[in-house]
């Protein structure tokens, strides 16, 4: 592979070398691919809507601002169709995007504390695949709007202005629906894990 | 689908909210603002928990990619363009036929031109009006949304600037005398500034600028109207008034009409923006709607209530009769 930055191969393409798009599709066949799994919860619907996303790729090349880092613009895309497929499935209602960050309407609220739910962030002495079972349970019941800056921040290491970019949100937002995100995914693994546990202990058979 | 999921997703499914502890909120930021480092270490207990907590992502059960996601990817693109170039194909007997063209034809071109002009106008018009319509749903809901985010990271609290009332002797949130709120003589929606300071919104969803004015300044004009409260302590997002009553509309057209005469406008209209014929509103779930009137059925006492004035506004009664009577009195302002 070449050392070319990301931004430099797809202006290449543009220009005409067309080798520099596999090239530029093999850089992120691990991390979009991965991005869109969890994101979407299933490997084949992660496949369907890389595939969509390179083509945008393919098709918007010419709108590419070259001043711009390309990783935040491929997520956008990626984010959009991923959001897209789930519209098409109806697998989550179109709405979910608009929940309202904290519209309590007198439901429960619950102050999460890191460090004092610290312990529930241990493997709690579960078994490799019992963890992984239970790490896609709580992610895939994650609002979609939750799931997806999560991963974009923690998974994609994308900074806060990255993301305001990427989601087309501004900045205060980015931070309040991250907040809220890490805070709800603290309180739903504590959650799965003590239920993993009591069930554990009710039927100590299952456990080695 | 399974059911469980279509509950995950429904806004309206009662479930816990959770939110972090202001010192969780800062060590994330601190951590992931700028980016998660690769090797980013842990400076203290509270983010090496963060870390840790994020860690559990990584066991996430999402295996290799597929072997050849790449060459099918590259496949399907080239599929894409190969049937972009079909669509753009003319074949060669059809542009033979389009150099045919005789007189009789150019009437019928001519004719055909007269009548998409004169559907097309008022299709034009009328595809202009849902244009206003779609985008003051589009404003509403993006204020909405950073008003609910707002209200999260502050206590369930609406967005109020106290320094607005300084030149009416600074009442204090705790009791605030309603005379204080008559919009009429108050900038309203100026409380929602904040939320563009706190850079939740830019700036152009607020306001739109004007051009010179009489006195030779350039200024802006407001594009929302906000909900007027009661009681500023108790202006919040949840707990005071009902999901379904309203958190923002169109501007007010009784208020532009005094701003600008002196004199109120019929109270029954719908907003300017709109040719005065709708209005578009959003309440405390973030739905947005579109009414032919402001007048409400109110149901805690069976009457009407119009968003634009308070309950008890007498059309002839001047200006002075803007300020809701109590919390269920709807009464947007700008």
């Known amino acids: ?208 | 689908m399974s059911h469980a999921e279509d509950e995950r997703s429904d806004p309206s499914t009662p479930q816990r909210i959770s939110r972090l502890s202001e010192a969780d909120k800062a060590a994330c930021d601190r951590l992931l603002e700028d980016g998660l480092a690769p090797d980013a270490a842990p400076r203290n207990e509270r983010e090496a928990a963060l870390l840790n907590l994020l860690e559990v992502i990584d066991r996430y059960p999402d295996g290799e990619p597929r072997s050849d996601l790449v060459a099918s990817t590259l496949a399907r693109i080239d599929d894409e363009e190969a049937k972009r170039q079909r669509d753009w194909t003319v074949s060669p007997d059809v542009a033979e036929k389009a150099r045919l063209i005789r007189l009789p034809d150019s009437f019928a071109i001519a004719a055909a031109l007269l009548l998409a002009v004169s559907i097309g106008v008022p299709l034009y018009n009328q595809l202009d009006s849902r244009q206003e319509i779609a985008s003051s749903q589009m404003r509403q809901q993006a204020i909405g949304q950073a008003i609910a985010g707002f209200a999260s990271d502050n206590g369930d609290a609406l967005p109020i600037d106290l320094d607005l009332f300084g030149s009416d002797g600074a009442p204090t949130p705790a009791n605030t005398p309603a005379g204080h709120l008559n919009p009429v003589h108050h900038p309203w929606s100026s409380h929602l500034g904040v939320l563009v300071s706190e850079e939740r919104i830019p700036e152009g969803m607020l306001y739109t600028k004007i051009e010179a004015q009489a006195n030779g300044e350039r200024g802006q004009r407001s594009l929302v109207a906000y909900r007027v409260p009661f009681q500023i302590s108790a202006h919040r997002f949840a707990g005071t008034y009902k999901p379904g009553s309203f958190l923002l509309g169109d501007c007010n057209p009784v208020i532009e009409a005094i701003r600008q005469n002196g004199q109120p406008c019929d109270s029954g209209v719908g907003a300017n923006n709109h040719g005065r014929t709708r209005l578009v509103v959003i309440n405390f779930r973030l739905e947005t709607s579109i009414l032919r009137s402001p007048w409400l059925e109110n149901d805690s006492s069976s009457t009407e209530d119009n968003i634009w004035v308070a309950h008890d506004y007498a059309h002839d009664a001047a200006t002075e009769t803007l300020t809701p009577e109590d919390h269920h009195d709807t009464v947007l302002a700008h």
């Open chain 1, 1 to 208: 592979m070449s050392a070319r930055t990301d931004e430099e191969l797809l202006v290449a393409y543009r220009n005409g070398e067309a080798s520099a798009f596999p090239e530029l599709v093999e850089r992120y066949q691990t991390d979009l691919s991965q991005f869109l799994t969890r994101f979407l919860g299933s490997r084949a619907s992660a496949d369907d809507v890389f595939q969509d996303a390179f083509l945008q790729v393919h098709l918007s090349a010419e709108s590419f601002d070259a001043s711009r880092r390309f990783k935040p613009w491929l997520y956008t895309i990626a984010a959009n169709k991923a959001r897209d497929f789930h519209r098409r499935q109806k697998r989550r209602a179109a709405v979910s995007l608009s929940t309202p960050v904290g519209a309590t309407d007198g439901r429960e609220t619950s102050l999460v504390d890191l460090i004092s739910d610290g312990e529930a962030t241990v493997d709690a002495g579960l078994l490799e695949t019992e963890q992984q079972t239970l790490v896609k349970e709580v992610v895939d019941s994650l609002p979609a709007h939750y799931r997806e800056i999560l991963l974009l921040s923690y998974f994609q290491r994308l900074s806060y202005n990255q993301i305001a970019d990427s989601l087309q949100i501004p900045l205060g937002t980015v931070k309040s629906r991250l907040h809220a995100a890490v805070a709800h995914f603290s309180d739903s693994w504590r959650s799965a894990v003590s239920r993993h546990q009591r069930a554990s202990d009710q039927n100590p058979s299952t456990n080695p």
